[in-house]
C-alpha cells in the first residue's frame, strides 16, 4: 500500500520544528522512519505533515559521563551500540540495543524514536524503565524532563501531547557493585522478542545479594520493573536460588497471547530468562566488586 498523502517539513532548528507543530495539530515528527514510515505505508497512521528531525543540529551526540548516558534524538541505535563509553557507564544500552532488529533498522532508527514510540515490544523503553531513566521534552513553553513512570501510557501511547518533540534520554549509570545483563527469545534473529529480560543485581558490602530489579519485553501493556530482591536477598552469589526469583517474576508478570506465544509461554520464558540472566549478572556484579 501507499501512504495517504502528505506535506513534507525539514526544519533546520528545533524553533522551526515546533512552529510546524504548533501550527497543525495533525503534524507528526519523523526521526528515522523505521516504526512511522511503515504504519503510514500501512495506512495506519495519516498525518498531515511529516516534520523531519534529521537537519536539526546537536540532536546526534551520546555523551557519557559518571552519572549517565545522555542519547540525543538523532542518534542511531548503531551509533549507540558502537559507543564504548556509554556501554562502559551503563551497559545495558549496547546489551539491549544489540538485539534491536537487523543491522539496516539499526542503522537508521533511533533510540529516542524507540522510545518516543512507545512499543512494549521495543527494547529500549524496557531499558529506560530499568535504569530508572527519563526523557527531556521541548515544547513552545520551554523544556521539562518526564520521568519512565509519567512518559509510557499505554502500547503506541505516551503522556507527551500538543506540540513536543523528545529531544534526549537519559539512563542513569549502573550502580557500584551491580551487574546486568540481557536475554530475549525471538522466531528468528533481529525479530521483535516473543519475550525478553533485563535485569540489574547488586551486592552489598559483603558480597550478597541486596536488590533485584527486572524488566520484560513483549509482556505487560506498558514496560514495567519488578522486584525481585526478596527471593534471593542476602545470599552470597554462588548459594543464590535464581530459580526462585525466575518463580517469583512468574507470579508478578501478566502477560498477553497473540499470535506469536500464548500468555502462558510467555510467562514460562519469563521464568527461565529471568533465571539465566540473573546468574549472568551476578557474576558480573562480583566482578565488579572489589
Ligand atoms: P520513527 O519511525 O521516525 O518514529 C516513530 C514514532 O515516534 C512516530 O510516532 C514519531 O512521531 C515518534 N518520534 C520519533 N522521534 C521522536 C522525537 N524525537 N520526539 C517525539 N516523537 C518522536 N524496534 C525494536 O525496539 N526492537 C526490534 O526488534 C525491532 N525490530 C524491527 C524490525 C523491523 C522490520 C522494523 C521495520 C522495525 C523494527 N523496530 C524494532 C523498530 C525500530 O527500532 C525503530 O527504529 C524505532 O522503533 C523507531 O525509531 P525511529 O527513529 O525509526 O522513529
Given at each position: 500500500m501507499k501512504p495517504a498523502p502528505f506535506r513534507y517539513a525539514d526544519p533546520r532548528s528545533l524553533d522551526e520544528a515546533l512552529d510546524v507543530l504548533s501550527a497543525e495539530a495533525g503534524a507528526k515528527v519523523l526521526a528515522g522512519g523505521q516504526s512511522l514510515l511503515p504504519l503510514l505505508a500501512m495506512r495506519l497512521a495519516a498525518p498531515s505533515t511529516l516534520v523531519d528531525l534529521?537537519?536539526?543540529?546537536?540532536?546526534?551526540a551520546v555523551e557519557a559521563t559518571g552519572d549517565g548516558v545522555r542519547v540525543g534524538a538523532l542518534v542511531r541505535h548503531a551509533h549507540l551500540l558502537r559507543d564504548t563509553a556509554a556501554a562502559r557507564v551503563q551497559p545495558l544500552l549496547a546489551r539491549a540495543t544489540a538485539n534491536v532488529a537487523h543491522p539496516a533498522i539499526r542503522n537508521r532508527g533511533t533510540t529516542v524514536g524507540s522510545i518516543a514510540h512507545?512499543?512494549?515490544?521495543?527494547?529500549m523503553t524496557s531499558v529506560l524503565a530499568l535504569t530508572d531513566g527519563s526523557v527531556t521534552v521541548a515544547t513552545p513553553g520551554g523544556r521539562e524532563t518526564v520521568g519512565w513512570r509519567d512518559l509510557f501510557v499505554g502500547p503506541l501511547e505516551t503522556s507527551l501531547s500538543g506540540?513536543?518533540?523528545?529531544?534526549d534520554a537519559f539512563f542513569p549509570a549502573l550502580a557500584e557493585r551491580s551487574g546486568t545483563a540481557f536475554a530475549e527469545i525471538s522466531r528468528?534473529?533481529?525479530?521483535?522478542?516473543?519475550c525478553g529480560a533485563g535485569v540489574v543485581v547488586t551486592l552489598d558490602g559483603d558480597r550478597r545479594v541486596a536488590a533485584v530489579r527486572a524488566s520484560y519485553i513483549s509482556v505487560g501493556l506498558v514496560p514495567e520493573v519488578h522486584d525481585l530482591t526478596e527471593a534471593v536477598a542476602g545470599k552470597p552469589v554462588d548459594g543464590a536460588d535464581w530459580a526462585a526469583a525466575g518463580a517469583l517474576a512468574r507470579t508478578l508478570v501478566d502477560p498477553d497471547g497473540d499470535i506469536h506465544a500464548s500468555a502462558d509461554y510467555r510467562r514460562l520464558l519469563v521464568g527461565v530468562l529471568t533465571e539465566r540472566t540473573l546468574a549472568e549478572a551476578a557474576a558480573e556484579a562480583l566482578e565488579r566488586t572489589a
Open positions: 534529521n537537519r536539526v543540529p546537536g540532536l546526534d512507545a512499543d512494549p515490544s521495543g527494547e506540540p513536543s518533540v523528545v529531544v528468528r534473529k533481529g525479530d521483535y522478542a516473543v
